[in-house]
T-cell receptor, first 109, second 112 residues
Framework: NAGVTQTPKFRILKIGQSMTLQCTQDMNHNYMYWYRQDPGMGLKLIYYSVGAGITDKGEVPNGYNVSRSTTEDFPLRLELAAPSQTSVYFC????????FGEGSRLTVL | RKEVEQDPGPFNVPEGATVAFNCTYSNSASQSFFWYRQDCRKEPKLLMSVYSSGNEDGRFTAQLNRASQYISLLIRDSKLSDSATYLCVVNAWGGSQGNLIFGKGTKLSVKP
């Protein structure tokens, strides 16, 4: 019973590099989300999607892009990584209750 | 006023104690309210939804006060395993699932 799966779990990037955080869910949920959580802070919504082909910005979208070509997958793209993007990233899917992946810990040096 | 505010704690309590957390929210149009639990370096997991009439799940009781715009979580007979950060979650407006706002969390530490 996989639920929401995120990869990679850990990554170190150099400033200016790009990468994609992968997220997939097997619960056939329409709603999917990307959050970031900085130490001692609440989760901040980056982007969300209400279904395949539809995405929208959250509270902190700058420096990120998303796509939703299928119901299952919702990758998050970081372009030109900056130290301010050092954080823990959580993907989630929802039917009201949020189901989270285990998180991806990203460090930008 | 911040959208969702919680006392960050930490709340340090002995086993068996009763502890209560409050969370205030700023948008009177909010319709959905939740408490999530987050263990250290883990993902948040749903603890309880909060209903207008209040609801109870074992040792946990959640209540909503719309007039004063706060929700509460009461934990009775605290266990060591209750040690975690408790996140208050409110939808920002209407019924849109895309606008769930998280508080920063209240840290609970239950001591032997």
């Amino acid at each position: 019973n996989a639920g929401v799966t995120q990869t990679p779990k850990f990554r170190i990037l150099k400033i200016g590099q790009s990468m994609t955080l992968q997220c997939t869910q097997d619960m056939n949920h329409n709603y999917m989300y990307w959050y970031r959580q900085d130490p001692g802070m609440g989760l901040k919504l980056i982007y969300y999607s209400v279904g395949a082909g539809i995405t929208d910005k959250g509270e902190v979208p700058n420096g990120y892009n998303v796509s939703r070509s299928t119901t299952e997958d919702f990758p998050l793209r970081l372009e030109l990584a900056a130290p301010s993007q050092t954080s823990v990233y959580f993907c989630a899917s929802s039917t009201g209750e949020l189901f989270f992946g285990e998180g991806s810990r990203l460090t930008v040096l | 006023r911040k959208e969702v505010e919680q006392d960050p704690g930490p709340f340090n309590v002995p086993e068996g104690a009763t502890v209560a957390f409050n969370c205030t929210y700023s948008n009177s149009a909010s319709q959905s309210f939740f408490w999530y639990r987050q263990d250290c370096r883990k993902e948040p997991k749903l603890l309880m939804s909060v209903y207008s009439s209040g609801n109870e799940d074992g040792r946990f009781t959640a209540q909503l006060n719309r007039a004063s715009q706060y929700i509460s979580l009461l934990i009775r007979d605290s266990k060591l395993s209750d040690s975690a950060t408790y996140l208050c979650v409110v939808n920002a407006w209407g019924g849109s699932q895309g606008n769930l706002i998280f508080g920063k969390g209240t840290k609970l530490s239950v001591k032997p």
